[in-house]
């Protein structure tokens, strides 16, 4: 089970241009992403694995942030957007189980968010501003970083 103490967190992502309505829903693709981080003093404040895998994409993100501006040139924001986030459970197989969807909403020079999971409430994020010249992951980036504002990232 990936909640192991020392194990990584093993994640994937999907970016989808449009509001997600429901199963058997198709949106276009926008972008995917993927990574791993350890998590090894936090988790017992992430008892959740959704939180640990957002937390494990803010991790990635943010490293990757500090080499490339836009994270993702090629993938333009969309007014709305849902973002799939999976638990990678077979490396081998690249199998993923849905941990969470956070559906983002531009408006003006905001991102409004909120969060679903499976075991948990749906949770709204406060607005967060974000620049014309950011990228769909860079979006993404500062809704983590307003849902974990603990973290000192770029």
């Known amino acids: 089970m990936d909640h192991a103490e020392g194990r990584p967190i093993l994640w ?52 990757t942030s500090r080499a490339y501006y836009p994270l993702e040139p090629l993938a333009t924001p969309c007014p709305l957007m849902s973002v799939f986030v999976e638990r990678i459970l077979n490396r081998v197989t690249n199998e993923g189980e849905l941990v969470a969807r956070v559906d983002i909403v531009l408006e003006g020079h905001f991102a409004y968010a909120s969060i679903t999971s499976k075991s948990e409430l749906r949770t709204d994020v406060a607005p967060v501003a974000y620049d014309l010249k950011d990228g769909v992951w860079d979006i993404v980036l500062k809704v983590l970083k307003a849902i974990f504002p603990m973290h000192r990232g770029p």
């Not at 829903?25 to 640990?52: F, I, K």
Request: aromatic share 2%.
């Open 12 to 63: 994937r992502a999907r970016v989808h241009a449009g509001e997600y309505l429901g199963e058997g829903e198709a949106l276009p693709l926008l972008s995917t992403a993927s990574g791993e981080a350890g998590l090894r003093d936090v988790r017992q404040l992430l008892p959740s694995p959704a939180a640990c895998h957002l937390a494990a994409m803010l991790i990635n993100l943010s490293e």
